[in-house]
């Protein structure tokens, strides 16, 4: 009889194999060290396996844990300041992003991914200029981390409608060299449990020797780009003033059309662009809830999966999103695309599941490792619990109404266990590496000082928001 380390057993698996959901019942997870080592019937585990720990998840789902492929967390520390306004970012966000500091954005940085975990995120996307606290977080606590340095020449200011940024070569330079040493320090850490991609801003950020320089590096590393592409009028607009066309056109040109891209938002893109960059192999991530609040737009992630690409869900920034929870993703995805489309039928509830594991983790470049409970792939696992009033009641016949339950009314606080690369991270909502009050509680030190810092340039630009506070609205 073999030992393991660790089976975990619960009468309903979603195992993401195949072309749906690969729904097992009855089933045992058998793991050793960090990889799924079988899955057998759960009458039948303890005649072929003595396990060192053994989890009975008695009135559980058991699913590969969720992909939040694209998080800001370090604008966590500005969560709700720039919603229900036009000129998200310069008008919205800057305000407050101008005079924050780095040691400020750091203290949010772990609430953001605190949240993450505790709503079944296993893996996160997180992309910064700065990725010092968020690695570090990544980590101790144990999550795995695809995590993206970001680079800009643009110089940092707020710009007013139809003004060209000013590109800084130096800054630029400087943060080319920043993701060089973050890559070689931390790419492949922990078995690779952390990886790390390439991340300029977007093309209207960099001038298109930068571009190219960083994609000459990215293909040499073997590593992939992670990039706003097409993320909005504000985008297409400095590109067409620049270039003479549209951001999709330019990038196909250049040569960054390909596998090593992973494309995020694609706000402003038409069905055609969005098809002509999944054709050419490279993914793409969908931020929902994040691109509905700021700038109320769907974008066009059905055209991108119809054309053979890949898309990953992603939470976005909390001044933009407001949470970093990827089962509000997964019903937004749905709801907005069945309102677009004035069709219940499109975007069904197994296909945003499938977004948020196995064809999130193919878009990120970690399908072979992880988004399905299979033999041989790493052991990142969620369990949820079923008897929160979300869940109930539980239909097995003649149809199973979990996964609609998982995407159109679980909350987060159902998921009770997780666990990334064999190893358990959060048991009982608990995260097991972390001292969550340790990270929250300094939450508190910071509005006071920025907000005073702000407040000038906030009433001086007089948007939304300040109309808001004037008239007593929020």
């Known amino acids: 009889m073999k030992t393991v380390d660790l089976v975990i057993t619960a009468p309903h698996v979603y195992t993401m194999a195949g072309e749906g959901v690969g729904y097992m019942s009855s089933k045992a997870i058998v793991i050793e060290g960090s990889k799924i080592y079988d899955i057998v019937d759960i009458d039948k585990w303890q005649d072929m396996y003595k ?33 229900d306004t036009g000129l998200w970012m310069m008008y919205g ?46 980590k101790k606590s144990g999550m795995r981390g695809n995590l993206t340095y970001m680079m800009r020449s643009a110089k940092f200011k707020t710009y007013k409608p139809g003004e060209l940024y000013e590109f800084d070569k130096k800054q630029g330079e400087e943060s080319f060299n920043a993701c060089l040493d973050y890559y070689h320090k931390w790419n492949g850490y922990d078995g690779g449990r952390i990886k790390v991609l390439f991340g300029p801003q977007g093309p209207d950020f960099l001038s298109l020797d930068e571009l190219m320089r960083i994609r000459k590096a990215a293909k040499e590393l073997g590593t992939k780009i992670h990039m706003h592409t097409q993320q909005g009028d504000r985008e297409t607009y400095q590109i067409v003033s620049r270039y003479g066309k549209r951001p999709t056109a330019l990038l196909k040109d250049m040569g960054y059309l390909d596998e090593s891209l992973i494309a995020v938002h694609l706000t402003d893109c038409t069905d055609e662009e969005a098809e002509t960059i999944a054709k050419s192999g490279a993914s793409m991530i969908v931020c929902p809830g994040s691109i509905g609040i700021i700038d109320g737009v769907v974008c066009p992630s059905i055209a991108f999966q119809n054309a053979g690409g890949n898309v990953a869900l992603g939470s976005d920034q909390a001044p933009g999103n407001n949470c970093h929870n990827i089962f509000n993703e997964m019903k937004n995805i749905c709801l907005f695309n069945k309102l677009k489309a004035q069709n219940p039928e499109v975007m069904p509830a197994w296909k945003a599941l499938r977004m948020a594991t196995i064809e999130g983790a193919k878009a990120i470049g970690l399908g072979d490792e992880v988004g399905s409970l299979e033999i041989g792939k790493q052991a990142d696992i969620i369990a949820v619990d079923y008897m929160r009033p979300s869940m109930l009641p539980i239909y097995t016949k003649p149809m199973r109404n979990m996964v609609p339950n998982l995407v159109y009314s679980a909350r987060g606080d159902e998921v009770v266990l997780s666990v990334v690369a064999g190893k358990i991270i959060m048991k009982d909502r608990k995260l097991v590496n972390i001292d969550e009050t340790e990270y929250l509680s300094k939450m508190s030190e910071c509005p006071d000082v920025i907000g005073e810092l702000a407040t000038p340039e906030f009433l001086s630009i007089n948007g939304t928001n300040a109309g808001f506070m004037r008239e007593d609205k929020l």
Do not use: C, W
Request: charged content about 15%.
């Open 51 to 83: 396990a060192e720990e053994v989890l009975d998840m008695s009135h559980h789902i058991l699913l590969p844990g969720f992909i939040d492929a694209h998080m800001h967390t370090g604008d966590n520390i500005l969560r709700g300041l720039a919603q």
């Open 93 to 138: 966000l800057m305000p407050f992003a101008n005079v924050t500091t780095q040691a400020q954005k750091d203290i949010g940085v772990p609430a953001a991914l605190i949240e993450a975990i505790k709503a079944g995120t296993t893996t996160t996307g997180d992309y910064m200029y700065n990725m010092d606290a968020s690695t570090e977080f990544v």
